[in-house]
């Protein structure tokens, strides 16, 4: 019940994304505006990402759920009835303040729900479901919203947010579910040195991605081939499905930051063409590259984050590097769309290669921060750092919490 539950609220978080910026894209003709759109949702869910995670990890799942949820699901059918460039901005702003943390609590309820010796395999199932909705809802918010009914993709999305949503704050679980006891010496999630490492490499991920989340849709629409944005976002997703399953094979035999950095360097690599591809087998290639490696470095992130992070913080920390990232992130995407619609989505692509580069130099030059992750994890802790994953869903923006 609880992974059916999920199931539909993660569909609507692939699709919201796609499904405002094509809104927005075919209500003003302009591309600056749907990814200032994108951007400004991005913004304020990654804005309110470690507040949220502050009040569950403080008063629980129940509440937060029965609020977000249905304010969520009504303001994507009013976002759906506008037709201005400023009421459409202005409410794709708003809704992301509503957005509700299903992934943030999934996670956690996961313990209460299944016996201890089958959490791993809870969190293996889940993980795999997660990623199979990343592939699924670009496609279906692409194919819908360039259908003739085009105004059916965000009403499936509202939909879907009712349904999943509304099932996953009335579960026996979310009721259940009490917050990790916390230590009265520890430091605050900003105070902590190897935290403030990883919320200023995720300052520059963000920024990157989020140009590469609307320099993909923008040169593609640009080529007049916008139908190949769900694709090529499909295949980026499907193979961090593989690439999630391979660092599992390899994740008891190194490091969780030694293997970090060696995916980090691939992902660098794989990124370097990506200002000279076009939206054709070219960057699907890219993509499925820059996928692998990223479907790797997510277990070992989230076990990194886990090794260092306050006790008590277990939802906490997601949230603010969240809010971190997530904020960049939108900053990324307006002016990305911007950057697209005066220059070329190019530039957008070339930053994100500046990006992970910054990234990468970043973790290189910090490595002794985060020496606590310089060991190879229990198995309580890789355990852990599954249920991580699945708590932040595609660290490259699957879904917004």
């Known amino acids: 019940m609880l992974m059916l539950s999920a199931f539909p609220a993660r569909l609507a978080y ?34 309110t990402a470690g507040v949220r995670g ?9 509440w937060p759920l029965r609020l977000f949820v249905p304010a969520y699901g009504s303001l994507i059918l009013l976002f759906n009835h506008g037709h201005s460039r400023n009421s459409l901005v202005l409410t794709a702003f708003i809704l992301g303040f509503t957005a509700p943390p ?15 010796e089958q959490i791993r395999t809870a969190y293996a199932i889940d993980t795999a479901v997660m990623n199979f909705v990343g592939v699924v809802g670009p496609v279906l918010a692409t194919y819908v919203a360039l259908s003739s009914h085009p105004e ?12 999943g949503g509304g099932a996953l704050a009335l579960l026996p679980a979310t009721k259940k579910w009490k917050p ?3 230590d009265k010496d520890e430091l605050p999630i900003w105070r902590v040195p190897a935290l403030r490492l990883l919320m200023l490499e995720g300052a520059f991920i963000g920024l990157g991605w989020g140009a590469f989340a609307i320099g993909v849709p923008a040169f593609a629409t640009i080529a007049k081939v916008p139908h190949r944005t769900g694709t090529i976002l499909a295949i980026m997703a499907g193979f961090t499905v593989i690439g999630s399953l391979l660092a599992g094979l390899i994740s008891r035999k190194t490091s969780s930051l030694q293997a970090f950095r060696r995916l980090y360097l691939g992902w660098f690599i794989a990124s370097l063409p990506l200002a000279f591809s076009f939206p054709d087998w070219r960057l699907m290639i ?5 996928g692998l490696m990223n479907g790797g470095m997510q277990t070992f992130y989230w076990e990194i984050t886990d090794a260092v992070r306050p006790r008590g913080s277990a939802v906490a920390a997601l949230g ?14 307006s002016l990305g769309g911007v950057i697209s619609d005066k220059f070329s989505p190019r530039w957008c692509l070339a930053s994100t290669t500046i990006a992970v580069g910054a990234g990468l130099l970043i973790i290189t030059l910090g490595k002794n921060v985060l020496s606590a ?29």
């Open 14 to 47: 692939s699709m919201i994304g796609l499904g405002i910026y094509f809104k927005v894209q075919h209500s003003t003709h302009s591309i600056s505006a749907a990814g200032v759109a994108v951007g400004l949702n991005g913004l304020a869910g990654a804005l």
């Open 54 to 62: 502050t009040i569950m990890d403080t008063w629980g799942l129940k």
């Open 102 to 116: 299903i992934n943030l609590s999934v996670r956690p309820m996961w313990k209460i729900t299944v016996a201890p």
């Open 152 to 163: 059916r993709t965000l009403q499936i999305c509202a939909g879907a947010m009712f349904l």
């Open 180 to 182: 990790e006891s916390k």
């Open 286 to 290: 890219l993509c499925a590259f820059l």
């Open 320 to 333: 603010w590097l969240w809010t971190v990232e997530g904020t960049c992130a939108s900053i990324g995407t």
């Open 373 to 401: 992750a310089d060991r190879i994890p229990t198995d309580e802790e890789d355990t852990e750092a599954l249920g991580d994953v699945i708590a932040s869903g595609d660290r490259l923006f699957v879904d917004n919490q």
